[in-house]
């Protein structure tokens, strides 16, 4: 008889979120989650709009938000506006106490699993479990097979010596120096005093210069008029932006793998990076198995990332115009364009839930960019030259003010 019923490798966002949906639905499996790093989660803020998940999601992942606002706003250099669109965060301190707390969950940390197969994982050092149902959620292994543009960037939550003023979140303040590509600024106030400030680039090198963009943060902030009292934690990361490929290049050649979720099975918005509303969807999917094994969440989960990769051909077509056609420095124009559309379209775009008419929409009326060069981004193999054949870059170590023990990310879960 097999250990577990379920194991779940891997301690991020999607294999945290199956955790707590099996918990819920499913209290009578024995579910294990193997963590390599210290504590489950490691050090992350994963985001998203409310708009991005249904309402009985949006129900269950509430409870788990460091913060929750209803509204947030945008500004470029001609446009500042505000939407009335509800935004969370949620921390992986709390999804880590979350996991935690379930009695029918068992959870181990600093152990790495060598070996992950169907019914059984292997630890390093040779020791062995079984379960009917193995999901590997370990993160982005690898990019080979697809080209792609970067979205690069550095954060700090910091405690300020007096109120910053943000009455809601900035989800991007592009009225800064635009530099390595699309550069805007980030901002979610999570108290009267306490603030995440990040420094984000839609870049074509995967280069992170982590002080030079450390000095602009606080440059930011200074210019703001905030006074630093602490550093808090620190962020970064890089995060895929596809322009073409195939969903193949996130699989393996092995004849009897483990269920993959999460990044590592390519279930990520592919313009903007977000994996929770995915990750919550698979793990609403796989609690809703009368007894979950590892075939039938592989194939459920793989229908999910099959109808995710053909749903979004169409921002695979808009990374394309925005990292091939325009050049560098227009594309804060194609952004501060979108951003003047209606509220419901952007809405259905960070849901990945566009219509027939959205995408007109999109493309229609005066371009930012010459039309010439738009065209270039509706051919796929205009992005050919952008193939990634290696595993994108790690974080590397924190700055040296910071208090983060991992390197971080965004939505790297």
Request: hydrophobic share 45%; glycine share 10%.
């Amino acid at each position: 008889m097999a250990e577990f019923d379920v194991i779940l490798v891997g301690g991020g966002l999607a294999n945290g979120l199956a955790a707590l949906r099996l918990a819920a639905l499913k209290a009578e499996l024995r579910v294990l989650v193997v963590e390599a790093g210290a504590t489950i989660g490691g050090n992350h803020t994963w985001c998203f709009h409310a708009t991005d998940v249904s309402g009985d999601q949006d129900g269950w992942l509430k409870p788990l938000a460091s913060a929750v606002w209803d509204d947030q706003e945008v500004r470029f250099p001609g446009r500042a506006r505000r939407l009335d669109t509800g935004y969370r965060a949620i921390h992986s301190s709390t999804l880590a106490k979350a996991v935690g707390d379930l009695a029918s969950v068992s959870v181990v940390c600093n152990r790495r699993v060598g070996t992950v197969g169907e019914t059984e994982i292997v630890f390093e050092g040779g020791e062995t479990l079984g379960a009917d149902c193995v999901i590997d959620g370990r993160g982005l292994a690898g990019v080979s097979g697809l080209a792609l543009g970067h979205q690069k960037f550095v954060g700090f939550e910091v405690e300020l010596e007096a109120p910053h003023g943000l009455r809601r979140p900035v989800i991007m303040d592009a009225t800064v120096a635009q530099i390595d590509g699309y550069r805007f600024m980030y901002c979610l106030p999570f108290s009267p005093t306490r603030v995440l400030v990040e420094d984000t680039y839609y870049a074509d090198r995967r280069v992170l210069e982590v002080d030079a963009v450390a000095r602009r943060i606080e440059d930011y902030i200074a210019a703001a008029g905030w006074r630093i009292a602490r550093h808090v934690r620190e962020e970064r990361g890089n995060l895929p932006i596809v322009l073409d490929g195939d969903i193949s290049a996130f699989r393996s050649g092995e004849s009897r793998p483990p269920a993959r979720v999460g990044m590592r099975a390519g279930l990520f918005h592919q313009t903007t990076g977000y994996s929770l509303p995915l990750a919550a969807e698979v793990a609403d999917t796989i609690a809703a198995l009368q007894r979950p094994t590892t075939a039938e969440v592989r194939a459920k989960v793989d229908a999910i990332a099959a109808a995710a990769w053909q749903r979004q051909s169409f921002f695979r077509l808009l990374n394309r115009m925005l990292f091939v056609s325009a050049h560098a420095h227009e594309r804060v124009s194609i952004m501060e364009r979108f951003y003047g559309l209606s509220q419901g379209l952007i809405e259905r775009f960070y849901a990945g839930r566009l219509t027939t008419f959205d995408k007109a929409r999109i493309l229609t009326g005066k371009p930012p960019i010459p039309i010439l060069r738009a065209l270039k981004g509706f051919d796929p193999a205009s992005a050919r030259d952008r193939m990634a054949t290696v595993p994108p870059p790690a974080a590397g170590p924190a700055l040296p003010h910071a208090v983060s023990k991992q390197p971080p990310g965004r939505d790297l879960g």
